[in-house]
């Protein structure tokens, strides 16, 4: 039989970008969507075009996709945000799947295209993701900084081949208020500077150090990583600045790392430090 699909789409003030979202969808057996607080026209959109809407506080970027799973009618959840498209060539493959082709996974993944400024990302491909799921079989990550989730045992996971879209609108193209996703989306670092600290402590509370040498050569290697390994030079100047921009996301995480370090240590600058 065809397998039987729910789409979670997890969202706050989303009216920007969930219209494409739900298009996107309207293949599925199912479309629900869970809304952390919206203020804007999110819940008038999502009653529109999905099956279901409802309202839940804000339980985590995890923890939020978990909760949405564990409501849907079906055992094979996709797992959306709602600055995210599937593709054509993504929804294809999906609709071709049975029960037979699955029975024996819990994870399927897929690459993400992000794009910025009106163009797709060369050094962030394939940034592969978790997304569709069996949701009384996939394991849960707690990872503070990017949500995942894991196949219960080896050789129970499966890639697709078909792209999820990221941010490729800011709004409706149609309406004459759209556009590409902007600078800000991805380079206002509101998203890391949240879950920086925790991001921090879940890093040592796993073993993780670093010493001086660290801090001067991680960030360096981050920009080269992007930069030459993942071909960002290709993209002229947008790949520079995204190579810049690992560089220094990863300063900044080991850096809170290093204060964490001292923090446990006891050094006395730090006790008790929090934030």
């Known amino acids: ?25 309207t293949w599925a ?25 409802l309202v839940e506080r804000w339980r985590g970027y995890s923890g939020q996709k978990q909760f949405g799973a564990s409501l849907a009618r079906n055992d094979w959840v996709l797992l959306l945000d709602a600055d995210e498209e599937v593709s054509a060539a993504l929804a294809a493959e999906l609709e071709k799947l049975d029960d037979a082709a699955v029975a024996d996974l819990d994870v399927l993944t897929m690459p993400r295209r992000n794009h910025l400024l009106g163009r797709p990302v060369r050094a962030w491909w394939p940034d592969t993701q978790s997304r569709l799921i069996h949701r009384g079989r996939a394991q849960w990550s707690d990872e503070v900084l990017h949500d995942a989730r894991h196949p219960s045992a080896r050789g129970r996971q499966r890639a697709l081949n078909g792209t999820l879209e990221h941010k490729r609108w800011r709004g409706a193209p149609a309406d004459g208020q759209g556009g590409p996703a902007g600078w800000t989306d991805y380079f206002g670092g509101a998203r890391l500077d949240e879950r920086l ?5 879940q890093m040592h509370a796993r073993g993780r150090r670093v010493s001086w040498v660290g801090l001067w050569l991680r960030p360096a290697f981050a920009f080269w990583k992007f930069y ?6 290709l993209d002229g100047t947008l790949g520079l600045l995204v190579a810049q921009k690992a560089m220094v ?12 370090q001292r923090e446990e240590a ?8 929090r934030d």
């Open 249 to 260: 996301s990863t300063q900044l995480k080991y850096a809170a790392l290093w204060v964490v």
């Open 266 to 273: 006891g050094d006395t600058k730090f006790a008790g430090r």
């Open 1 to 25: 039989m065809p397998l039987a699909i729910s789409v979670v789409i997890c969202c706050a003030d989303a009216e920007a970008t969930l219209p494409a979202a739900l298009v996107s969808v």
């Open 197 to 201: 600290v925790g991001t921090a402590r």
């Open 29 to 53: 057996d199912e479309v629900l969507v869970v809304d952390s607080g919206s203020t804007d026209a999110t819940e008038k959109i999502a009653r529109a075009g999905a099956d279901r809407y």
């Open 228 to 233: 030459l390994l993942k071909r960002g030079f």
